[in-house]
């Protein structure tokens, strides 16, 4: 992060949830944004992609002292999907290099902001040198209490479902679960990270209607919202604006507002 913070973030969780669980301020408690239009934001300069990439670096800087500062949970960003080794050689070694130097120069900012770094997927087939630095700077962070920063590297949604799919049956096989056992939170128990509170803000920039293989299972009742404005571009001004429109939305969850249900079921 840019801008060393010393002092407690401004909503502690205690502070900041109602007895329902539910953030009193309206904020979500955990936002995650698919960080799109690198490329189109150094093109649109005459530049070569992959300086979009970098220059995203000083988004995700932003951003995650922004969340930080007002006490979100868990902010979790897509840096690398499954279907990303499909890029030119270049680029993928430009996107490694980049985010091991990531994980080298902003540990002092993360561990002095209390941030705790996190990571999912397919970490195994990711650059030795990176899955080091990568396992260095979440074990270093690990006690942070403020906001956490999952990063999705070599992530596919699809992927993931499929992994918990294969542990559920594998236990199934070895006759240690029942198939009737496995109702969602069980299968939940088999994702990348079965701690994480589902994404109550699904964040996307550069314009695209789509989720792209994002955390297919956990968004099913995210609030999405998409702005046209590329990565790069994207600061703490823009993540306000997605926070206002976030507080405007009904969250229903398939069912009714109060003001609508029959008043001898309403409470
Ligand atoms: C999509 O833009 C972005 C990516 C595939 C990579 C995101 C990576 C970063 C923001 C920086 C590296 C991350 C870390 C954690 C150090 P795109 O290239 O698809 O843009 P386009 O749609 O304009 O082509």
């Known amino acids: 992060m840019s801008s060393r913070l010393t002092r407690k973030p401004d909503r502690t969780k205690a502070q900041a949830e109602s007895k329902t669980g539910a953030p009193s301020d309206g904020l979500p408690q955990h936002v995650a944004i698919i960080m799109d239009g690198n490329g189109r934001w150094a093109q649109q300069r005459g530049l070569p992609r992959v300086m979009g990439h ?7 800087r932003d951003i995650t002292t922004e969340c930080r500062r007002v006490g979100i949970d868990r902010l979790t960003l897509y840096a690398f999907s499954t279907d990303n080794w499909k890029r030119p ?12 130097h990531f994980l080298i120069h902003e540990r002092g900012e993360l561990m002095d902001n209390g941030v705790r770094l996190t990571a999912i997927g397919e970490l195994e087939a ?8 990568l396992e260095k700077t979440c074990a270093l962070s690990a006690g942070n209490q403020a906001t956490t920063l999952c990063l999705a590297l070599n992530y596919g949604g699809r992927a993931e479902i499929l992994n918990a799919v294969r542990q559920a049956a594998e236990r199934v096989r070895r006759g240690e679960l029942e198939p009737a056992d496995i109702d969602e939170a069980r299968f939940r128990s088999f994702l990348y990270d079965p701690t ?3 994404p109550d803000l699904l964040i996307r920039t550069g314009g695209e209607m789509r989720v792209s293989d994002f955390l297919l299972w956990q968004i099913s009742y995210a609030e999405l919202w998409i702005t046209e404005r590329f990565w790069p571009d994207f600061r703490k001004e823009h993540l306000h604006e997605a926070f206002e429109a976030f507080r405007c939305r009904k969250r229903r969850f398939g069912g009714l507002p109060d003001s609508s249900r029959p008043s001898s079921t309403a409470s």
């Open 196 to 198: 994480a509170a589902d």
């Open 54 to 60: 970098r220059e995203g670096v000083k988004s995700i």
């Open 89 to 100: 050689r270049g680029e993928v070694a430009f996107l490694m290099r980049l985010l091991k």
């Open 126 to 133: 990711l650059p030795k040198t990176v899955q080091r630095e």
